[in-house]
């Protein structure tokens, strides 16, 4: 009885953990100095099995869907804090925590890579910022001089959806 409870709490905890920018704003604030590793992923994906307890597979790219920087450029020179507008067209941009077809929500990498590929659980640390409440822009402290910055898009559940739908840029921060 007790596992019974235990599996459907963790899964809500684990829900508002991803969630966890506040109010529906779609504006987040982050500090790349003081952000914290997120916790191991649990086994809170029950709802999103289908009746063999299989994980449901990553949801079909829309064909044409994109990400993209709004307001930055490669090769860009910037001052820190660096305010970030995030966008996607082709693709409905949507809160983490339930799959649904043809949407999403982004990611962004610091200084970890291109993308990540197709399917994997996108990490969250002080590289990796999850932006769940549906965010198009947030603001970050980045240390003087370059860094590699990654627009990464990634399912309900947060697995992303690999290079397709990633972009990314190297901004130079001056001091």
């Known amino acids: 009885m ?3 409870i235990l599996i459907p709490a963790l899964s809500l905890v684990g829900l508002f953990a991803c969630n966890s920018s506040g109010s529906g704003d779609k504006t987040a604030s982050t500090d790349t100095a003081t952000a914290k590793p997120a916790a191991p992923a649990a086994d809170t994906m029950h709802h999103h099995m289908d009746s063999t307890g299989a994980v449901a597979p990553v949801p079909d790219i829309p064909a044409g869907a994109k990400v993209f920087f709004k307001n930055l450029k490669d090769g860009a020179t910037v001052k820190s804090p660096l305010k970030i507008e995030m966008g996607a ?6 809160s983490a925590g339930m799959l649904r077809p043809g949407s999403g929500h982004h990611h962004i990498l610091i200084d970890a890579g291109d993308s990540l590929t197709a ?17 198009t822009s947030t603001e970050i402290k980045l240390t003087p001089g370059k860094h590699r910055l990654t627009l990464q898009f990634a399912d309900g559940i947060h697995r992303s959806y690999g290079g397709k739908l990633s972009s990314s840029i190297t901004v130079n921060v001056k001091q």
């Open 119 to 135: 399917g994997t659980v996108v990490p969250k640390d002080s590289t990796h910022l999850h932006f769940g409440n549906a965010q």
């Open 89 to 94: 067209s082709g693709i409905k941009v949507d």
């Open 2 to 4: 007790r596992r019974s």
